[in-house]
């Protein structure tokens, strides 16, 4: 007899997500967890990504932090980022710091930028701010100084870090 995680596996990703958005979210957290144990996360993603924001990042908020950036780093950065803006900052905060900073930067430049500024200026890990910020200086050149500028705070914070590293950005 097949248990849940293996007709969800099974069945085409819209037809599955669409079921499991009608499940209770404490049902749906397990099957994905459960899923995400025996296969892989990519297929849990797969099944989550057509389902509203809001839904998603209820359904995530029962896993573990670990468990939850896992399943995040394999959806788009944009899909990515708008979930976790539907999670309080703390609990952002604590999945970014689960992440590599390539997923987290990628994850932050998805955002809007005065949403990413609040972010990043609540990051208390200068290293990973400061790995952050370089990926996204690399990856984006137009969006770091929008972000930057959207935070006086940060923008001090991240010149400091930066300067001492004997690194200077041309904004």
């Known amino acids: 007899m ?13 037809f599955a997500g669409n079921t499991l958005s009608e499940m209770p979210e404490e049902m749906v957290s397990d099957i994905i967890k459960k899923i995400s144990d025996i296969y892989h996360s990519q297929i849990s993603a797969n099944l989550l990504e057509n389902m509203p924001y809001k839904k998603i990042a209820d359904i995530l908020g029962r896993l573990s932090n670990p468990d939850i950036a896992e399943i ?14 539907e999670m309080k900052d703390e609990d952002i905060l604590e999945i970014l710091s689960e992440m590599d900073g390539d997923d987290a930067s990628s994850i932050v430049n998805g955002m809007y930028y005065t949403d990413a500024a609040r972010i990043l200026d609540q990051i208390w890990d200068d290293k990973l701010l400061t790995y952050i910020i370089m990926v996204l200086h690399r990856a984006n050149r137009k969006n770091l100084p929008l972000i930057l500028k959207a935070n006086s705070n940060l923008n001090a914070r991240i010149k400091y ?11």
């Open 2 to 14: 097949y248990t849940n995680q293996v007709i969800f596996v099974q069945m085409h990703n819209d």
């Open 72 to 85: 995040l780093a394999r959806l788009t950065a944009d899909n990515a980022s708008y979930i976790l803006l």
């Open 161 to 171: 870090l930066l300067s001492n590293q004997g690194i200077y950005l041309p904004f």
